[in-house]
């Protein structure tokens, strides 16, 4: 059964470059993975959320899904905001997206099934690929060569 709320998939910009750059351990978790661990969990706890997918306490979690029944985007804003805002103190980039829509409150079994398994998680994910190619793009003109 669906019901109204948000969906919200975050991911850490250019891990495996941090991890290389900054020296960091790629398999437990580290400065920005394990603080989005425990950012998800609280996230999750505060507004009644379903973690969908991602939340790894043994190796950190770099990207995450989930869902908050009978919630709004507005509602998550300022939360969201502050991942964003501590992820950037500490020298990382986060992409959020966070889509007001049907969900479902049930983890997935898999990776697509959280990532495609709705029409509206589908459309979430599109919108996360989105702003991740316009990142990596600005990143390269950017770039010195």
């Not at 939340?55 to 300022?78: H, I, M, Q």
């Not at 409150?105 to 991740?132: Q, S, V």
Request: charged letters at 30%; hydrophobic letters at 40%.
């Amino acid at each position: 059964m669906v019901i109204d709320g948000c969906i919200v998939m975050l991911d850490v910009d250019f891990m495996e470059e941090m991890v290389r750059e900054k020296g960091l351990p790629e398999y437990k978790p580290n400065l920005a993975t394990g603080f989005l661990t425990r950012a998800v969990e609280s996230l999750a706890i505060k507004h009644n959320g379903v973690v969908i997918f991602g939340l790894d306490y043994e190796r950190g979690t770099e990207e995450a899904v989930l869902e908050f029944p009978l919630t709004s985007c507005d509602e998550l804003r300022k939360d969201l905001d502050q991942i964003h805002n501590e992820l950037a103190r500490m020298g990382f980039s986060i992409s959020i997206v966070c889509l007001d829509g049907y969900v479902l409150g049930k983890k997935a079994n898999t990776r697509e099934e959280a990532y495609k398994g709705t029409p509206w998680r589908k459309k979430a994910y599109k919108e996360l690929l989105r702003i991740k190619r316009k990142l990596h793009a600005f990143r390269e003109e950017n770039s010195p060569n």
